[in-house]
C-alpha cells in the first residue's frame, strides 16, 4: 500500500514569496491533516479536513495560510505571504475517517526555509 | 500550543539498556498515543493508550497511563543503536473527531 505522498521535499524562498505544498493521502482515508513542525518542537496541527470539508482550522493563520482539499482527495496548502518564522517542515497525514483511536499515517515533509 | 510535556528532553543509553521517557498533559482525554520520528522514516504511530486502560505492551515498548497524575511513559526495553529517535506523545481530546495534540519530544540516543 503507497503511503502519504509529499512534493516537493524541499523548498527554499525569500520572505514576501508565495509558496505552496501538495498531498496526496493514503487511497480511501478520508481524513487529511496538515501540521508544522517548528525545529526542536513538536508537530502543531494547522487544519483537519474530512473528506473535503473543514473539521478544524483554529491554528491556521489564516491572513497568509490557506489550504483547500478539492474532490476530497489531494490537497494543497499554501502560504502568501512567507514570513522567517515559517521556516519548519510541514506535514501531511491522513486516517482512515478521523475516529478518535484511528491511527495517522505521515507523509515525509517538506521541509521550507524561508530567507 | 502543545499539550504534553516530555521528560527529559534528551537521554543517552548505551545499547541494551531500556529508556524511559515520560509525558504529561493539561486536559481530559480520549486517549494517548506515541510516536517516533527519525529522519530515515519520519514520523511513525507506536502505541495508542485508551484512558480506561492502565498499561499496554507491544514488542519491545510498555506504555503506562495515570489519568489521575495527568502522566504517561513509555519504556523501551533492551534498546537497539536504531531506536535512536525523538519520540513525541500525543493526546487525543473527546469531541467526536480526532484532535491530536503533540508534546515537546523526547530525544533518544543509543549508542551501540
Known amino acids: 500500500e503507497a503511503g502519504v505522498a509529499q512534493s516537493p521535499r524541499y523548498k527554499i524562498i525569500e520572505k514576501r514569496q508565495s509558496v505552496a505544498f501538495w498531498c496526496n493521502p493514503i487511497s480511501g482515508h478520508a481524513t487529511l491533516y496538515w501540521y508544522q513542525q517548528i525545529l526542536g518542537q513538536g508537530p502543531k496541527l494547522l487544519i483537519q479536513?474530512?473528506?473535503?470539508?473543514?473539521?478544524?482550522d483554529s491554528q491556521l493563520p489564516k491572513d497568509r495560510f490557506s489550504a483547500e482539499r478539492l474532490k476530497g482527495v489531494d490537497s494543497t496548502l499554501k502560504i502568501q505571504p512567507a514570513k522567517l518564522e515559517d521556516s519548519a517542515v510541514y506535514l501531511c497525514?491522513?486516517?482512515?475517517?478521523?475516529?478518535?483511536?484511528?491511527?495517522?499515517?505521515f507523509g515525509p515533509g517538506t521541509r521550507l526555509l524561508v530567507l | 500550543s502543545q499539550q504534553g510535556e516530555e521528560d527529559p528532553q534528551a537521554l543517552s543509553i548505551q545499547e541494551g539498556e531500556n529508556a524511559t521517557m515520560n509525558c504529561s498533559y493539561k486536559t481530559s482525554i480520549n486517549n494517548l498515543q506515541w510516536y517516533r520520528q527519525n529522519s530515515g522514516r519520519g514520523l511513525v504511530h507506536l502505541i495508542l493508550i485508551r484512558s480506561n486502560e492502565r498499561e499496554k505492551h507491544s514488542g519491545r515498548l510498555r506504555v503506562t497511563l495515570d489519568t489521575s497524575k495527568k502522566s504517561s511513559s513509555l519504556l523501551i526495553t533492551a534498546s537497539r543503536a536504531a531506536d535512536t529517535a525523538s519520540y513525541f506523545c500525543?493526546?487525543?481530546?473527546?469531541?467526536?473527531?480526532?484532535?491530536?495534540?503533540f508534546g515537546t519530544g523526547t530525544k533518544l540516543q543509543v549508542i551501540p
Open positions: 500525543a493526546t487525543v481530546n473527546s469531541g467526536g473527531y480526532q484532535k491530536v495534540t
Open positions: 497525514a491522513s486516517s482512515l475517517d478521523g475516529g478518535e483511536q484511528e491511527t495517522q499515517y
Open positions: 479536513f474530512q473528506n473535503n470539508g473543514v473539521v478544524d
